[in-house]
């Protein structure tokens, strides 16, 4: 079975272990959001489809007076998310990155392609913080998660050198 992107996320995350709609948000905005993101939008409907297909079951397990919903994998949803995981296809590599698209049609406004690439930068170090703080309590939880954030930290501090050395270079032509 084709599992459709945000399937593949909260297919992901329940394998980590038991959630709810609410706990799959908070794990993906600690973890994937850098370079996968699922908004509650996504993650609720596509919950649902999946329970309307089998991959998913879900217990109502309320707290107090709080309703709530925990999701468990079914063998199917282990099964279809195997065989994503082992599937030998072309992997989609999709990007947003609005100071990349700035960057790109910078030749309409030249006199503001420096500011636009300080931004670019100011961002990746941003985030290159976030990364850095979670970095050592990553380290021994899982080797999948901490190889993925290794690669984030990786290219998140080449784009920060790349807008170093361009924004020098670009000062350099402009004297």
Excluded at 14 to 21: D, E, K, Q
Excluded at 140 to 147: A, E, I, N, S
Aim: proline share 3%.
């Amino acid at each position: 079975m084709e599992l459709s992107p945000t399937a593949k996320v909260i297919c992901g995350m329940i394998a980590f272990g038991r959630r709810t709609g609410y706990e799959i948000k908070q794990f993906v905005d600690k973890t994937t959001s850098n370079f996968w993101s699922a908004s509650y939008g996504q993650i609720y409907p596509e919950l649902k489809r999946l329970e309307d297909q089998g991959l998913v079951v879900g217990r109502e397990e309320p707290t107090g007076e709080r309703a709530r919903t925990v999701y468990d994998l079914t063998p199917a949803g282990q099964a279809a998310l195997e065989e994503w995981l082992t599937a030998d296809r072309v992997l989609i590599d999709e990007s947003r990155d609005e100071g990349m698209l700035k960057l790109f049609f910078s030749d309409v406004v030249p006199e503001q392609r420096i500011e636009n690439i300080r931004a670019m930068r100011a961002v990746h170090e941003r985030k290159l913080a976030v990364l850095r703080g979670i970095e050592e309590q990553t380290r021994f939880v899982r080797t999948g998660p901490y190889l993925t954030l290794q690669l984030g930290i990786g290219v998140t501090e080449f784009v920060i050198n790349w807008c170093e050395e361009t924004e020098r270079r670009l000062l350099a032509e402009e004297s």
